[in-house]
DNA sequence: GCCGTTTTCGGCCCGACTGTTTTCAGTCG
């Protein structure tokens, strides 16, 4: 289901957490926890690397290279077995609600014995923890708002992994014999940043091979419910996949039904309506006759209603309908456009991979520029200093057109700090290509002061792209309260571009702030602020938030050309 | 548990905030 490197990550992670709930030594879930993140950034399939190969990667030693080789032996590492066996499941779930982390996840299963957070919930409403040492009434208001903020993703997972489920789920059934065609659907397809379900299309004329397939797929961990038209599969990791069959000549209709969005599809009937048509999964009817007009194919559907084709990720009835029949739907950007990366880190901070690799990897991307940037000097858990970013800037200028002639910018990611304060001074700051300034910290200050320092920031004349704006990590913390009308007004004054950050995770700017902010005439930067050459692929969903924004390759200055690009980059440009 | 070496131990990403602590532990980036 998921590739060995990121199972095996998954399960170093989870050994880390369940040494520091148990009071293990914290230097030892570090040093998981170090490992687990460099198999999960190293790009060679680990299940493919021997005991040598595996100690090569960075942070992984003798012991974690021999639990490496037991899972991928016997799928089951004794160790972790037997912390499992002594902590429930349901303690670890604790620490993923912020201000709640493995010290007071095990008071409070030591002493109340919770060990969920359904338990958790019940046991302050039932005031448990009144008489506990260490949850005072703030610490309670603190986990209450943790755990809303949690349930608030309602079960919904991330684009990214509902992404590497649906595609290889259409790889196993695209290879199912009869299949003529099959593809994912539903919010997935219009690149929402949650997902619920996952929703997979087949086109054959015998639905019961792909049935079947799709029930024996190895991650199918329970049939939900099975039909000749329909079938609903839990998988391992409990996600619902939805498998349904359409006869072939139905494609176009049942892809354009079951990718909504629903407002978009009432739109849609309601046209069809007006044009003598009856628009359903099955094709679109005369009202009349009942005879079937097309349905194979959603331009065909689209040309009908007298509208061209519309991208999915514009189908959420925000005006798209009314644009197109004006002939003003934008041309959204496409992820060829992307000449290159503007925001990326190496291990010089906290990446994984080193600058030959990283810049090898974008090469191989094909793209015509590539930005390092990475941490700057306040962030001091990066230790950084003016000698390291110097000699990586020499290292950076070597590399230069070396790959492919893809042309190197030296940049970095500069800390905002409380006061819209920058890590360098004016004068060292000119010395950059490129500088990225993103807030990482301080996230409370009042909204006059998160405003005041986000313009500031935008004011210096070397800053050039706000990084991941909001903050916000999606199901985990929300994005500062700022009054974003005002920073967007002060992006487009100052000629600073707005990140769309591509990592699932973040996907910072969001398509409604996309939409508000170009409303202001600013440019974007889509990025992936890979840590990894195996995050580089994540621009896809940048890609498509940028284009759930509207954007056009105008408005994203990594699609321009380079001298266009380095026009915008220049102070005052 | 990993790593580098001043090679087999001793350090490991540092600083700030928050809450409840009355001098600091826990959490976060």
Same mark, same amino acid.
């Given at each position: 289901?998921?590739?060995?490197?990121?199972?095996?990550?998954?399960?170093?992670?989870?050994?880390?957490?369940?040494?520091?709930? =148990? @009071?293990?030594?914290?230097?030892?879930?570090? *040093?998981?926890e170090k490992?687990?993140r460099a198999?999960?950034g190293?790009?060679?399939?680990?299940?493919?690397?021997?005991?040598? @190969?595996?100690?090569?990667?960075p942070n992984?030693?003798?012991?974690?290279?021999?639990?490496?080789?037991?899972?991928?032996?016997?799928?089951?590492?004794? $160790?972790? !077995?037997?912390?499992?066996? $002594?902590?429930?499941?349901?303690?670890?779930?604790?620490?993923?609600?912020?201000?709640?982390?493995?010290?007071?996840?095990?008071?409070?299963?030591?002493?109340?014995?919770?060990?969920?957070?359904?338990?958790?919930?019940?046991?302050?409403?039932?005031?448990?923890?009144?008489?506990?040492?260490?949850?005072?009434?703030?610490?309670?208001?603190?986990?209450?708002?943790?755990?809303? &903020?949690?349930?608030?993703?309602?079960?919904?997972?991330?684009?990214?992994?509902?992404?590497?489920?649906?595609?290889?789920?259409?790889?196993?059934?695209?290879?199912?014999?009869?299949? !003529?065609?099959?593809?994912? *659907?539903?919010?997935?397809? /219009?690149?929402?940043?949650?997902?619920?379900?996952?929703?997979?299309?087949?086109?054959?004329?015998?639905?019961?091979?792909?049935?079947? $397939?799709?029930?024996?797929?190895?991650? =199918?961990?329970?049939?939900?419910?099975?039909?000749?038209?329909?079938?609903?599969?839990? =998988?391992?990791?409990?996600?619902?996949?939805?498998?349904?069959?359409?006869?072939?000549?139905?494609?176009?209709?049942?892809?354009?039904?079951?990718?909504?969005?629903?407002?978009?599809?009432? /739109?849609?009937?309601?046209?069809?309506?007006?044009?003598?048509?009856?628009?359903?999964?099955?094709?679109?009817?005369? *009202?009349?006759?009942?005879?079937?007009?097309?349905?194979?194919?959603?331009?065909?559907?689209?040309?009908?209603?007298?509208?061209?084709?519309?991208?999915?990720?514009?189908?959420?009835?925000?005006?798209?309908?009314?644009?197109? &029949?004006?002939?003003?739907?934008?041309?959204?950007?496409?992820?060829?456009?992307?000449?290159?990366d503007?925001h990326t880190h190496t291990d010089l901070t906290d990446g994984v991979s080193c600058l030959e690799d990283m810049v090898?990897?974008?090469?191989?991307?094909?793209?015509?520029?590539?930005a390092v940037t990475d941490h700057a000097p306040n962030l001091y858990m990066q230790r950084m200093t003016d000698e390291k970013i110097l000699a990586q800037r020499?290292k950076v200028?070597?590399?230069?057109?070396?790959?492919?002639?893809?042309?190197?910018?030296h940049g970095t990611e500069l800390n905002?700090?409380?006061?819209?304060?920058l890590d360098w001074?004016?004068?060292?700051?000119?010395?950059f290509?490129l500088c990225v300034a993103s807030?990482h910290s301080?996230?409370?200050?009042?909204?006059?002061? %998160?405003?005041?320092?986000?313009?500031?920031?935008?004011?210096?004349?070397?800053?050039?792209?706000?990084g991941h704006?909001?903050?916000?990590?999606? @199901?985990?913390?929300?994005?500062?309260?700022?009054?974003?009308?005002?920073?967007?007004?002060?992006?487009?004054?100052?000629?600073?571009?707005?990140?769309?950050?591509?990592h699932?995770?973040?996907?910072?700017?969001?398509?409604?702030?996309?939409?508000?902010?170009?409303?202001?005439?600013?440019?974007? $930067?889509?990025n992936t602020d890979a840590h990894s050459v195996?995050h580089?692929?994540?621009?896809?969903?940048?890609?498509?938030?940028?284009?759930?924004?509207?954007?056009?390759?105008?408005?994203?200055?990594?699609?321009?050309?380079?001298?266009? %690009?380095?026009?915008?980059?220049?102070?005052?440009?």
């Open positions: 289901m998921v590739r060995p490197n990121e199972e095996v990550e998954a399960l170093l992670q989870e050994y880390a957490d369940l040494v520091a709930i =148990t @009071g293990g030594d914290a230097y030892k879930a570090r *040093a998981y490992a687990a198999i999960g190293h790009p060679t399939d680990v299940s493919r690397l021997d005991a040598k @190969g595996l100690q090569e990667i992984v030693g003798k012991s974690i290279a021999e639990k490496v080789e037991e899972y991928l032996r016997t799928g089951r590492v004794s $160790a972790v !077995e037997e912390t499992r066996a $002594a902590i429930p499941a349901g303690v670890r779930e604790l620490i993923s609600i912020p201000t709640l982390g493995p010290k007071k996840a095990l008071v409070l299963y030591e002493e109340l014995h919770v060990s969920s957070v359904a338990e958790l919930l019940d046991a302050i409403h039932e005031e448990r923890l009144r008489d506990l040492k260490g949850f005072g009434e703030k610490t309670q208001a603190n986990i209450l708002h943790g755990i809303e &903020l949690l349930q608030k993703a309602g079960g919904r997972i991330l684009l990214g992994a509902a992404m590497d489920v649906a595609e290889q789920v259409v790889a196993e059934l695209s290879a199912v014999s009869g299949c !003529e065609r099959c593809g994912y *659907a539903g919010s997935l397809r /219009r690149m929402r940043e949650t997902i619920g379900d996952i929703d997979v299309l087949v086109a054959a004329t015998d639905s019961a091979p792909s049935m079947e $397939a799709f029930c024996a797929l190895p991650h =199918t961990a329970e049939v939900i419910a099975r039909g000749e038209k329909k079938t609903s599969i839990r =998988t391992t990791k409990g996600l619902q996949v939805d498998l349904r069959v359409l006869p072939p000549d139905s494609w176009g209709a049942g892809l354009l039904y079951f990718t909504g969005s629903k407002a978009h599809n009432i /739109r849609l009937r309601e046209m069809a309506i007006r044009h003598g048509y009856k628009l359903s999964e099955y094709g679109l009817f005369h *009202a009349k006759s009942g005879r079937k007009a097309v349905s194979a194919t959603e331009e065909e559907i689209y040309a009908k209603l007298g509208l061209p084709w519309i991208p999915p990720t514009l189908r959420e009835d925000r005006g798209e309908i009314a644009a197109a &029949l004006k002939g003003e739907l934008p041309e959204v950007m496409q992820e060829k456009d992307i000449r290159g503007l090898a990897a974008a090469a191989e991307r094909g793209y015509a520029y590539f020499e200028r070597a590399l230069d057109g070396k790959h492919r002639r893809m042309r190197l910018l905002i700090g409380p006061e819209g304060d001074p004016d004068e060292f700051l000119a010395g290509d807030v301080h996230f409370n200050q009042t909204r006059e002061e %998160l405003t005041r320092r986000l313009v500031r920031a935008c004011e210096n004349p070397h800053v050039a792209i706000i704006p909001t903050t916000r990590q999606i @199901g985990k913390r929300p994005g500062i309260d700022a009054d974003f009308d005002e920073v967007f007004a002060a992006c487009a004054r100052t000629g600073t571009a707005l990140e769309i950050n591509a699932p995770e973040r996907l910072d700017l969001g398509d409604e702030d996309i939409l508000r902010a170009k409303r202001h005439g600013v440019k974007f $930067a889509v195996v580089l692929p994540y621009m896809r969903y940048g890609v498509g938030t940028a284009q759930r924004g509207w954007l056009t390759k105008d408005d994203v200055i990594n699609t321009w050309p380079l001298q266009k %690009l380095r026009r915008f980059l220049q102070p005052g440009g």
